[in-house]
């Protein structure tokens, strides 16, 4: 098993910035790629990034320039910069871990709500 959690939501004008941290815990050997995905009210969950234990990154298109994941595998901690916040940001946040496919298991945080206010 794998556990996460969320830290660093919070409230935000347009504009500013916040960092999101997500700390895992458990069988962490077994995790490979882990994200942020967000789910504002009334949409469905969108990815946000994701970042391989090799580093490799991926944004969703909507925060390329704005967004920064970064990983700490000695911390197992993974980090997600957000600047230039926009109104359309709001949602909640959830950390995503996916382990490596001889284990085939993804874990979710709980999520931590992230409100800009224009």
């Known amino acids: 098993q794998v556990q996460l959690v969320e830290s660093g939501g919070g409230l935000v004008q347009a504009g500013g910035s916040l960092r999101l941290s997500c700390a895992a815990s458990?069988?962490?050997?077994?995790?490979?790629?882990m994200g942020w995905y967000r789910q504002a009210p009334g949409k469905q969950r969108e990815l946000v990034a994701t970042?391989?234990?090799?580093?490799?990154?991926v944004y969703a298109d909507s925060v390329k320039g704005r967004f920064t994941i970064s990983r700490d595998n000695a911390k197992n901690t993974v980090y997600l910069q957000m600047n230039s916040l926009k109104p359309e940001d709001t949602a909640v946040y959830y950390c995503?871990?996916?382990?490596?496919?001889?284990?085939?298991?993804?874990?979710w945080g709980k999520g931590t709500l992230v409100t800009v206010s224009s």
């Open positions: 458990g069988s962490i050997f077994r995790i490979n790629a």
């Open positions: 970042i391989t234990r090799g580093t490799s990154t």
């Open positions: 995503n871990a996916v382990t490596t496919p001889v284990y085939g298991m993804e874990y």
